[in-house]
């Protein structure tokens, strides 16, 4: 049975009784809904008083959308509920995680490019503060994962770096923000991304590391955050195959599992090694990396079973509320298993002042609005300031002036909505705008219409009279379902790549990916700016131009490990 009166609930014996007394209560169908993390209902598609008496779920997830009609569908969603619910949302930039109109302040790793935790807290703490205006209670946040591997397409820029300590740092403090906000802290993705160079969303990656190396690495981040009463945990996809076979010796290979349908990797390792006594939930369960191993009517017992507590997401919302009722009724998912899990969920929920012994919601609706956006964005902007991070000037190309440079060859790579759940950071108008303000001529590489001449016939002296500085700007983001953020060059002659770089001034930023040296090794200057918001492509500009400073350092090994890449 788990113990409320220990860490992370920490409940005095009146909480204790309401929780006990409230799951005694309910009946099967109500605690099969607090199982299901659902994704968040649009009122414009759904009723949402009919969804919620019909489901009864435990908590919602939803994507960015406008602060004045979240602040309406949440405080309908929890009225109409009989349970307050957990009301949640990737919170891993800013408040643009669930306000479309909110503060994208920052990536975390351009939060530890600064080496300043107390960036970290302002993440969390504008994170929350926007998050909390409209209702929500909880954030899928932070990301402890380590950048391992420069070729893994969906952490990179996501996660604080690939130093175990920088991350406990920064996580402590981003949870600090987050919780002075009244928002419920959710550290993600266990057993641990960023080893694999696959996405989960696609398959069941691994994280390849030993056991030994796990627990010196991954294990010491969780550890950390679990004595220190981290409340709750994302399961993910991902395979860790030496602690299944340390802690069962002779497991067959088909029968290694990821850690949502593991209950070796949940019970063995994350409860029993780690002593995590909270609450746990799935990541998003239509990825392919959670279907592709066992039948789904067969998962999703198997993962209420392996020890976790709730589902995120549905692939047929009903059909997966019976593979559930199902497994109940026939004894696959014992009633002690379910009261458990519904026990960890409401207990959560009172230990974290998300409803009290009354069964009443401690949220209530703001009468107003107020996002402080201004104040937000000269956090970013100081943000900015401290992260932009030049990594080599080896032909010391910087600073850059119209007199020095007047003609500048704008090329900008990535800056598409392809790919899954981007931050949509567009930046192409705003270097190119930004540029003309600052007295350069600009001419924009344009990728749809060519100049074959150019590609097929064009010299040196041919590009020497169209400019004098080639800027590459690449903001190709990590999303969910792609396979790589590497370079893409155009697939005719490699039109778009700087051939000419030894010969003609070039210049490369990336406003996402860290690693892009890997493709163009032996440019001249080259600049990580990790997030493509206004405040950072400001600062890079003004770096760039001589007005201040560079004082980023990298989290990560912008070289790849490879020795052309300094040249």
Not at 192 to 208: A, F, P, T, W
Not at 250 to 267: C, F, N, Q
Request: with cysteine; charged share 20%.
């Amino acid at each position: 049975m788990t113990d409320l009166t220990k860490k992370p609930y920490n409940l005095s014996s009146e909480q204790i009784t309401f929780v006990r007394q409230k799951v005694a209560s309910m009946n099967i169908n109500e605690k099969i809904g607090q199982l299901f993390f659902v994704i968040g209902q649009d009122e414009d598609e759904t009723d949402l008083k009919e969804f919620i008496q019909k489901y009864q779920p435990g908590g919602m997830m939803y994507r960015p959308d406008k602060s004045s009609k979240l602040q309406h569908e949440i405080h309908n969603v929890q009225t109409e509920s009989k349970i307050p619910l957990f009301i949640s949302a990737n919170l891993e930039a800013g408040g643009n995680g669930l306000l479309s109109d909110g503060t994208w302040l920052a990536r975390p790793m351009q939060i530890a490019a600064t080496g300043n935790s107390e960036n970290a807290y302002e993440l969390g703490n504008v994170s929350g503060y926007e998050a909390k205006q409209v209702g929500a209670n909880m954030a899928f946040s932070p990301i402890v994962d380590l950048d391992l591997n420069f070729r893994n397409p969906i952490m990179n820029t996501r996660t604080f770096g690939s130093d175990q300590k920088t991350v406990i740092e920064m996580a402590d403090a981003e949870i600090a923000g987050l919780i002075a906000n009244q928002i419920i802290p959710v550290a993600k993705h266990f057993p641990g991304d960023g080893v694999d160079e696959r996405d989960q969303h696609l398959l069941s990656s691994i994280n390849s590391l030993s056991a030994d190396e796990w627990m010196n690495s991954y294990g010491q981040i969780y550890q950390h955050l679990i004595a220190n009463g981290l409340p709750s945990i994302m399961i993910a996809h991902i395979m860790q195959p030496a602690w299944e076979r340390k802690l069962q010796p002779g497991i067959a290979d088909e029968d290694l599992r990821p850690a949502t349908t593991s209950k070796l990797l949940i019970e063995g390792l994350l409860r029993d090694k780690l002593n995590f006594n909270g609450l746990t939930i799935t990541d998003a369960t239509p990825m392919i990396g959670y279907n592709a191993i066992l039948p789904r009517e067969e998962a999703l017992p198997t993962t209420i079973n392996a020890g976790i507590d709730m589902i995120l997401f549905n692939k047929n919302i009903d059909e997966d509320y019976q593979y559930i009722t199902n497994a109940v009724n026939a004894g696959t998912i014992s009633s002690q298993r379910l009261d458990e899990a519904v026990t960890r969920i409401i207990a959560t929920k009172v230990a974290q002042g998300v409803m009290n012994i009354n069964n009443q919601s401690a949220t209530h609706r703001l009468p107003k609005l107020d996002l402080k956006l201004a104040e937000h964005e000269k956090i970013a902007t100081r943000i900015a300031k401290q992260s932009v991070t030049l990594v080599k000037d080896r032909d010391q190309l910087l600073p850059i002036t119209p007199k020095k440079y007047p003609k500048i060859r704008l090329v900008v790579l990535g800056d598409t909505d392809d790919g899954g759940f981007k931050e949509g950071g567009h930046v192409s108008d705003k270097f190119k705008g930004k540029l003309t303000e600052m007295g350069f001529k600009v001419s924009v590489y344009d990728h749809q219409n060519l100049d074959f001449y150019e590609v097929f016939e064009g010299g040196l002296q041919y590009e020497k009279e169209q400019f004098d500085l080639a800027l590459y700007v690449a903001n190709i983001e990590t999303a969910s379902n792609q396979t790589t953020t590497r370079i893409d060059w155009l697939h005719l002659m490699a039109a778009d790549a700087p051939w000419f770089m030894r010969s003609i001034p070039t210049i490369f930023v990336s406003t996402c990916n860290p690693y892009h040296l890997f493709d163009v090794p032996t440019v001249s200057t080259y600049i990580n700016a990790y997030t493509g918001n206004e405040a950072t492509i400001d600062a890079t500009l003004r770096k760039m131009a001589g007005q201040e400073e560079f004082l980023g350092q990298s989290p990560v090994d912008p070289f790849c490990g490879h020795f052309e890449t300094k040249l």
